[in-house]
């Protein structure tokens, strides 16, 4: 599989979480990384996106507490999340896109409890 995602779990309220998307190299090299979610009975919504070292992107709904980057050495990227709430229950998604298509994971199911 070009993306694989790690990291999900159990959290409760306030603690942190780091994902993991390991990238195939042809992938890695040619799209730009991105994170989505989806909460359950909820559409799929964009998280973050990195286009580069100073150009990173991300919903407003979890701004200053999310931040994506990535290892070029490792071919993976990352979704460090901070001050997780409830609301930030779903499954993670790693996106990479190149040009008009998009290449998703199969998932990451991220659990924060109350």
């Known amino acids: 599989a070009p993306l694989v995602e790690s990291g999900g779990g159990l959290v409760q309220a306030g603690g942190s979480l780091r994902l993991s998307c390991a990238v195939s190299r042809s992938v890695f090299s040619r799209g730009t990384m991105g994170w989505y979610r989806q909460a359950p009975g909820k559409e799929r919504e964009f998280v973050a996106r990195?286009?580069?070292?100073?150009?990173?992107f991300y919903a407003d709904s979890v701004k200053g507490r999310f931040t994506i980057s990535k290892d070029n050495a490792k071919n993976t990227v990352y979704l460090q999340m901070n001050n997780l709430q409830p609301e930030d229950t779903a499954l993670y998604f790693c996106n990479s896109r190149i040009g008009p298509n998009d290449v998703w994971g199969q998932g990451t199911q991220v659990t924060v409890s109350s």
């Open positions: 990195l286009i580069s070292d100073l150009r990173k």
